[in-house]
């Protein structure tokens, strides 16, 4: 079985992500194949120089992903045209990672893709399992977690669709408002609910 685990940003999917790991789960993780495909040298980061300029390159040949967050959640024609360079490339090595995975024989393999369903891909996965919070809560978090002011905070939080527009297109829905005890129990119910295992065939 294929896990999609989505949310909203902030909303807490590593936080879950890190639990389903810790119990052996094998996790695809969109943002950090996010972060390897656009690596010092690749064609990808070329690309991205190409459409933003030098100026989003760093000295050390990294990408300055402030900047570029900067441009991108404040313009959407920008943000499209990230999202076409970068998205096939995230794309084609999660669909390696799951084929990876899935000839080592694990039953169940979890994808943390924040943008699951902004990117019309819940045909990648069997089950779709949203972690939510409260605006609130998703506000304080992201500052407090990034350090943004208030304005960078809600770019991002309206860079995507609305936390009930995701609840209604989930299979299961976790509530990450109270304790990580409390985060902790609801997953494990759902994990029992969907017979989920770790383990290998
Ligand atoms: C814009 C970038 C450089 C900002 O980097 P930064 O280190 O500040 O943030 P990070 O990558 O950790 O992303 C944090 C969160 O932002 C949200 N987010 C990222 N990219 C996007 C996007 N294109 N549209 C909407 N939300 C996004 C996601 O919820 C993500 O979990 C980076 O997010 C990026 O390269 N984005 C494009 C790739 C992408 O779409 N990633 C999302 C997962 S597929
Ligand atoms: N139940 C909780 N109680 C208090 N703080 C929490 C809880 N769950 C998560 N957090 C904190 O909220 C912040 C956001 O959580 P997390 O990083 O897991 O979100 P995310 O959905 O992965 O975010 P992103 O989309 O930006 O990658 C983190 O600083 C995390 O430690």
Redesign the pocket.
Known sequence: MIIGLTG??ASGKSTVSEMLKNSGYPIID??LV?RQV?EPGSDTLEQIEQAFGPEVIREDGT?D??K??EI?FNDPAK?KI??DI??PA?RQEMLQQRHDYMTEGYKTIVMD???LF?SRLQHLVDKILVVSVTEENQFNRLVERNGFTEKEARA?IS??LPMSVKEDGADAVIYNNGTLDETKWQLNRILDNWKASPEKE
């Open positions: 909203s940003i969109a943002d996010a656009v990408m992903r402030p570029v967050g991108i943000r990230l999202n970068i998205h995230i893709i924040p943008l902004e991002r860079s995507q």
